[in-house]
Structure formats: structure tokens, C-alpha cells
């Protein structure tokens, strides 16, 4: 082998590995992280009549499934259940209301301070002071 190709093939490998590294670190700056400690959230569902309930929370939970858990255990009047899927917990019934979309054509959707959530219920991490609204909605 020539030494210029032998070069071009250790040039190009150092560059490879320095774009994998810039990758790996913008991915743990950037990605989402859950807040440790003590946290104040609401928790509100927004039901198929459109009626809205509110839950104040008072959590350590690190993601949303887990504050969800602890409000199920401490207040009869919320409850949940769903399942896991490739992108995490599909929830599939909030307060005895069922939304599958294969069956009923709609979904129970997770908005994060009024806006669309990016995350399932067990990958959404906690932070003081959010709003987390599960709205049922029809699929169109």
C-alpha cells in the first residue's frame, strides 16, 4: 500500500472518531434530563366531554409515569394504564376512559406546558413547576 492512501486512511480515521465524539457530547449536553429533588407539577386530564380534571402534585419522581404512579396511589380518583411500545409507555386509559386508536380512532395526547410532548410518559422527565395535560383526542 502506498504511503498517501495509508495517510488518507489515518486522516479519515481520526476525523471519524473526533465527528463521533462532538456527536456524543452535543447528545449529552442536549438531550432531555430529569430534575432530581423535590418538585410541585399539575397533572391535568382533559377527558372525551372535554371536561378537565386538576391534580397538584408533590413529587421526587424523575419522569412522568412515576409522579403518575404516586398520584394513583394517594388519590382514588386517578388512574391509568397502557403499554409499553417501542417508543415507550402508549397510555391507553386515564380515569376509566379508554382511547385506542384502533379501536375508539383516538388517542390520549400528553401536552408539556401547552405544548406537544416529544416524549411517552416514562422517557418525559420532571421539572418544578410543569403543567402536564393528557388530552383525549380524536384521530383525524
Do not use: R
Not at 386538576?54 to 409522579?67: F, G, I, N, Q, R
Not at 379501536?103 to 401536552?111: C, G, K, Q, V
Not at 416524549?119 to 383525549?136: I, K
Amino acid at each position: 500500500m502506498e504511503k498517501k492512501s495509508l495517510k488518507k486512511i489515518i486522516i479519515g480515521a481520526v476525523a471519524l472518531v473526533a465527528l463521533i465524539a462532538v456527536f456524543v457530547l452535543c447528545y449529552n449536553k442536549f438531550s432531555a434530563k430529569p430534575t432530581e429533588g423535590a418538585k410541585s407539577i399539575v397533572i391535568e386530564v382533559v377527558n372525551n366531554n372535554g371536561e378537565s380534571t386538576t391534580y397538584d402534585v408533590h413529587t421526587d419522581a424523575e419522569y412522568l409515569k412515576d409522579a403518575m404512579d404516586e398520584l394513583a396511589e394517594s388519590d382514588d380518583s386517578f388512574s391509568f394504564s397502557g403499554q409499553d411500545g417501542d417508543y415507550g409507555l402508549m397510555v391507553e386509559v386515564i380515569n376509566g376512559t379508554q382511547a385506542i386508536y384502533a379501536e375508539d380512532n383516538a388517542y390520549w395526547a400528553l401536552y408539556v406546558n401547552g405544548e406537544y410532548g416529544q416524549y411517552s410518559a416514562n422517557q418525559q422527565p420532571v421539572t418544578d413547576g410543569d403543567t402536564y395535560t393528557w388530552t383525549y383526542e380524536l384521530a383525524q
